[in-house]
């Protein structure tokens, strides 16, 4: 039996025209859709250690389904992550190699570690067919539940969850609409879908949101959607805290970058409609976590 959870969906009670069904990722093995991608990239290459770089979530969900096949683990992580996320990296076995991103990039670091280990296998979070096609799972999902959607957001960082819930839209001949949520701190696929062409950002850009981190979206992932996202919420920092709040109100406790989804929702106000807002995950340390709810409280 796979390890990997059934999605929560969640009607969401507000005073607002439209109607919002959450779908929850934060029950899923190890606190994030990342599970989904880990799984199945472990469960399909024929390595003995895999290496890779993460703000946590993938890291997480690697190391545990490595774990569980009795590999080897080492995640490249940012000095800056949530420590309950370096930690939990780390109760799963796996090797953490933390790096100052302002003087050395995570794909420099995974780089050097897998020149002295050419038997590594090296496991991109989102620029991967297995990581598309684990997520892809969670669209497959969606489209079997019967909800009426008129539209699904998923939160963007590489691309990697938003291809794969467009990849299992099409294996289920779904045609409902994916837009993304992104930080405006960091909007370089909001960009990319703009100009037609995949941008990058100058170097990782430093939003709450730490899984949309990300330099730019990956190349297999770009393919997929600069032709088949329908549109990005460019979601600013404030509206992501005012988000937080909103869920913590309601007793639904979830990370920033999951909190993208609403956020945008908040920020830009649809008249009416019945939206899917996707939770990317909950992991998170409990004191940052407590400091970014109150800011977003005294917002409202």
Known sequence: MSPVKATQFIPLELDKPYRITLISEIEQTTGSFKFRAAWNVVCSVDADHFLAASSGNFGQALACAAAMK?????????????KVKIDAVRSYGAVVEL?????????????EIAKR????????????????Q??????????????PFDRV??????????????????????????WGAEPLMGNDAARSLREGVLIRNEQ??????????????????????????????EVTEAAIFRSMATLANLGIEVEPTGALTLGALLEN??????????????????DSYSELVLRGSQME
């Not at 997520?135 to 489209?143: C, F, K, M, P, W």
């Open 99 to 111: 790096v100052d991103t302002r003087v050395q990039s995570r794909a420099d670091k995974v780089a």
């Open 204 to 233: 990782e850009p430093q939003t709450v949101a730490d899984g949309a981190r990300t330099v730019s979206l990956g190349e297999k992932n770009w393919e997929i959607l600069k032709t088949s996202m329908n549109g990005i919420y």
């Open 70 to 82: 009795n590999k080897g683990c080492t995640i490249v992580m940012p000095v800056r992550s949530a």
């Open 117 to 132: 280990n050419p038997d590594y296998h090296i496991a991109s979070a989102y620029d991967c067919n297995f990581v598309i």
């Open 153 to 178: 957001i998923v939160p963007v960082g590489g691309g990697g969850l938003s291809s794969g819930i467009i990849s299992g839209f099409c294996e289920e001949g779904c045609t409902v609409p994916v």
């Open 134 to 147: 684990g997520n892809s799972s969670l669209g497959v999902e969606i489209a079997r539940s019967g909800i």
């Open 269 to 286: 106000e649809p008249i009416s409609g019945h939206y899917g807002c996707i939770l990317s995950g909950g992991n998170f340390d409990r």
